[in-house]
C-alpha cells in the first residue's frame, strides 16, 4: 500500500503494471485518473481499480492537494 499525495496542477506520470493490479482510494479533495485514456473523475470516497497492463496516470485538477 502506498500514498500519493498530488498538488494542484501535480500529475502522476502514465505507467502500467504488467502481473498487478492496483486499487486508488481518493482520501479528499478531486483527482482526474485516466486509465487506458479514459479519464475518471475521482472524489473524496471514490474508489477504481486498474487491471494488470492498463495504461493510468493522474492529474489533481483541483485547487487543493
Known amino acids: 500500500m502506498g500514498v500519493v499525495i498530488l498538488q494542484p496542477g501535480q500529475s502522476f506520470p502514465n505507467h502500467r503494471h504488467n502481473t498487478a493490479c492496483e486499487v486508488f482510494y481518493t482520501l479528499s479533495g478531486e483527482v482526474c485518473?485516466?486509465?487506458?485514456?479514459?479519464?475518471?473523475?475521482?472524489?473524496?470516497?471514490?474508489?477504481?481499480q486498474c487491471e494488470p497492463g492498463e495504461a493510468h496516470y493522474l492529474i489533481n485538477n483541483g485547487d487543493k492537494p
Not at 479514459?38 to 477504481?48: A, C, E, F, R, S
Open 33 to 48: 485518473l485516466y486509465l487506458e485514456g479514459t479519464p475518471h473523475i475521482l472524489q473524496t470516497g471514490d474508489v477504481l
